[in-house]
């Protein structure tokens, strides 16, 4: 039986200042930063998300029964356990001898022998279940959630009085809460459950309802066909215990069994915990909520919410967009259905843009597992692809706006990941390969699993055997590096580097024509036409190899000059970089995909790696490179016009490849196609699956990342604002991004022209500025192309365009 907690007495004195309070928030920020809808969610789809990195729940606001889904970032199925293939590495001189004899189709059947087993899956936490009484006749529903305060709240009228419940995931505290409220006493009442998908246990203890359970010691993928998929417990694992405790805090009224009746105000603190100790470690650690708990019942309700939204608001408000009018007043499903009759609604492309800030700001955070395939929200035992971190585009897109979109801190889980994959990794690449550094591969879970998956021979080897994702990884340590200049971080993340390359290093091989290359090589996910006309994946030296080689040789010699250390090494790297194959451009004058110039067999794939050098790497620039640049651009148009970027998170990337090629129609045209294609009822990304689709984040955090892309480039050493504005935002204002060098960019701009630049950067140092095609700066040189600025550390400075 729930007991009264005396420490939040009463208070309709609270319940008051609550909720002006929220009054006053919504009087000084904009209207629209909100998804609001005039009915409950019907579908775990159709909740709309909190999280504060490690705990997230999908809230669906319905009236009689309100359902909170539950997760925590570490439940995991499985524990730590062997997935290396020492066999592989027999088998690799002869997947190597079969390319190099053109013998495609045997190399594909021989580097199945090259793989393990797969990885585990995220785990649901489960669900709180609310169920109120007495509400017949409900009105004025809405529901909705305020990006600005990361609130999402319900209201309606019942029996002549107002009824508020609001739900969010406080980082400052670790728990979710919610608070159930109405503008006359006595009118709260409900019963509470808790239950979970994966076996568990619930009872009431005390003031708390509590769920002990225990995740499944081995979960295989959703689309693996496979007889037993869930296990227990094995005799090679088990899986981890974990709890979710709810206190409840009553004001008036009396506890019932499993609930509450005729109190003015209830509010549920929501705390889980797992045994999950480290990747290294089986998960068998102390499991007990209660310190959370009691700790936060010691502060009002309106002091844990007002915490909360200083917090969120620190990383929120530091990023504000307006891109002209909008369509605020209407629900957010009809505002999408609207827009896809008429995309004159630039408001909902600046929603969105907020929605994926506000979706990182909520799976990932200091200290928490980086965002997964679905950020941190699940509701499945065998969830799509595992919901894992799938590292052949979808995590790493998980993180493009971090930088550029000013929340920095909330890439460094993905740099905890990678470090744990450094040392997992280190062991692939021995155990398999005999080669030093380190390795990963194409899937990745909590316990750090860095070896090629499949299921010793299930996987195709286009996505199961690509080695290339530390690499891929690198990029973000260092771009983590480019934007904050912090050295600090950058000693901790050379050995990181260093370690991929050396791997690399290894994996190079002589290709019978003076040049290096790898082998096995994938070109991810996409097959190509062997000259007998039939399907091949294996082959060498696969464009996107090359690239994330040259760039990660060229970083890690960059970065041990900066650090002063290894010029052996790095003359090592840069002698081995000049012997990497060039990059080529094809018969149809497309950036070659393949070492050779082979055609694909499926000419609209959704993967476009091979243009890794145009976007996220920036190699291909119109300055640098203008011919790759173009070929890049054919590449591009052959995959849409063949059907490509049907993915939410393809199409993204589309965004982005545009933006990077300056082409604001084109680059619009796609961002709406992401929201009338790929982009369910609560504005999350979506991914195919049969006639239906299915959640996956990847692709809300690349049309983030491409909207400001559009707005603001830096990866030629220089400050390019508006590179790819298109005619649908004449006038707007973008205030907070990012720039590399440590700078962070206003931009203003009226009739399709800059107005006003604000530059602050982190260190007193010179910048340069691109001045805007057909502009000049104000009182500056007609003809100068590039402005230079010596900046004073923590001064904003303001530059005119006429
Ligand atoms: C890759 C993609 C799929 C999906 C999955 C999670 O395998 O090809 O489209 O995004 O990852």
């Excluded at 909590?446 to 199961?464: E, I, K």
């Excluded at 006038?731 to 960019?745: C, P």
Aim: with cysteine; charged share 25%.
């Amino acid at each position: 039986m729930w007991a009264y907690h005396g420490a939040m007495k009463s208070t309709r004195r609270q319940f008051i200042a609550a909720v002006s309070g929220a009054l006053a928030l919504g009087a000084e920020t904009s209207n629209d930063l909100k998804l609001w809808y005039r009915q409950p969610a019907s579908v775990w789809t159709d909740a709309l998300p909190v999280g504060n990195g490690r705990l997230g729940a999908m809230v669906f606001g319905g009236v009689e029964m309100e359902r909170l889904a539950l997760n925590e970032d570490t439940l995991w199925s499985g524990s730590p356990r062997p997935w290396n293939n020492r066999d592989a590495k027999k088998v690799l001189p002869e997947v190597r001898r079969l390319v190099m004899e053109e013998k495609y189709h045997e190399a594909d059947a021989l580097s199945k022998k090259m793989q393990g087993p797969y990885n585990q899956s995220y785990q649901p936490l489960g669900n709180l279940i609310l169920k109120f009484d007495g509400l017949e006749g409900a009105a004025d529903y809405r529901r909705e959630l305020d990006l600005d305060s990361a609130i999402a709240s319900v209201t309606y009228r019942a029996g002549g009085a107002v009824f508020t419940r609001e739900a969010f995931c406080s980082a400052k505290d670790q728990v979710i809460v919610v608070r159930a409220a109405c503008d006359q006493p006595g009118k709260i009442g409900f019963r509470a459950t808790l239950d979970s998908p994966v076996r568990s246990r619930s009872s009431v203890t005390g003031d708390d309802l509590r769920m002990t359970a225990k995740s499944p010691g081995h979960v295989d993928p959703n689309y693996f066909r496979t007889a037993n998929p869930i296990v227990y417990d094995d005799e090679e694992g088990h899986g981890m215990r974990f709890e979710c405790r709810v206190r409840v805090v009553r004001e008036g009224g009396k506890p019932v069994d499993g609930g509450v009746e005729g109190a003015d105000a209830v509010t549920l603190f929501i705390a889980a915990a797992t045994g999950y100790r480290g990747y290294d470690q089986m998960p068998d650690g102390p499991v007990d909520c209660r310190p959370v708990l009691d700790a936060v019942v010691k502060k009002t309700y309106a002091q844990v919410r007002a915490d909360h939204i200083t917090d969120h608001q620190g990383l929120f408000r530091r990023v504000t967009i307006d891109l002209g009018r909008g369509r605020p007043e209407l629900p957010t499903d009809e505002r999408l259905k609207a827009f896809q009759a008429n995309p004159d609604d630039p408001g909902l492309l600046a929603l969105y843009f907020q929605y994926g800030r506000y979706l990182l700001i909520a799976s990932s955070r200091p200290g928490s597992q980086p965002a997964n395939l679905q950020g941190i929200w699940n509701d499945q035992v065998r969830p799509p692809w595992s919901s894992n971190w799938t590292a052949n585009i979808n995590v790493q897109m998980n993180y493009w706006p971090a930088e550029t979109c000013n929340l920095s801190e909330c890439h460094e889980p993905l740099f905890d990941l990678i470090e744990g994959l450094s040392a997992t990794g280190a062991e692939t690449a021995k155990a398999n390969y005999g080669a030093s550094g380190w390795v990963s591969h194409h899937n990745v879970d909590l316990w750090r699993q860095s070896a090629p998956v499949g299921n010793y021979g299930a996987g195709s080897p286009t996505w199961a055997n690509w080695p290339m994702s530390g690499p891929w990884f690198c990029a973000h340590v260092w771009e983590h590096y480019l934007f904050t200049e912090d050295r600090k971080f950058l000693e901790r993340a050379y050995p990181v580097m260093k370690g991929a390359a050396e791997f690399c290093l290894d994996w190079l091989i002589e290709d019978g024509h003076g040049k290096l290359t790898t082998c096995p090589s994938f070109s991810t996910e996409n097959d190509f036409f062997a000259p007998d006309g039939k399907r091949a994946e294996t082959s060498a030296g696969c464009t996107m190899d090359v690239a994330l080689i040259r760039e990660l040789f060229a970083n890690c010699m960059e970065a041990s000059k900066i650090l002063g250390v290894d010029a052996v090494f790095r003359g090592e790297l840069a002698q081995k970089r000049e012997r990497l194959p060039a990059y080529q451009i094809g018969r149809h004058g497309q950036l070659q995909e393949w070492s050779k110039d082979f055609d694909e067999s499926t000419p609209g794939q959704r993967h476009m790696s091979h243009m890794y050098p145009l976007f996220p790497g920036s190699e291909f620039t119109p300055r640098r490179s203008a011919e790759l640049w173009r070929a890049s651009r054919v590449s591009l148009e052959r995959r849409l016009a063949a059907g490509g970027a049907y993915t939410g998170w393809s199409r993204a990337w589309a965004i982005n490849f545009w933006a990077r090629l300056c082409d604001g129609e084109k680059a619009h045209e796609s961002l709406c196609r992401l929201l009338d294609h790929s982009t369910g009822p609560n504005l999350f990304d979506t991914h195919p699956a049969g006639n239906s689709w299915i959640f996956q984040i990847d692709g809300n955090f690349g049309g983030t990342a491409a909207v400001a892309e559009m707005l603001l480039q830096s990866h030629e050493g220089e400050i390019n604002i508006l590179p790819t504005l298109p005619k649908a935002w004449p006038s707007g204002e973008v205030k907070g991004l990012r720039a590399r060098g440590g700078v962070t960019v206003d931009i203003a701009w009226k009739n399709g022209r800059a107005t006003e630049v604000g530059l602050v950067s982190d260190k007193t140092r010179e910048h340069r500025l691109r001045v805007p095609k057909g502009q000049k700066v104000a009182n500056g040189r007609a003809d100068a192309e590039v402005v230079k600025f010596q900046l004073i550390a923590g001064k904003r400075r303001s530059i005119q365009f006429v």
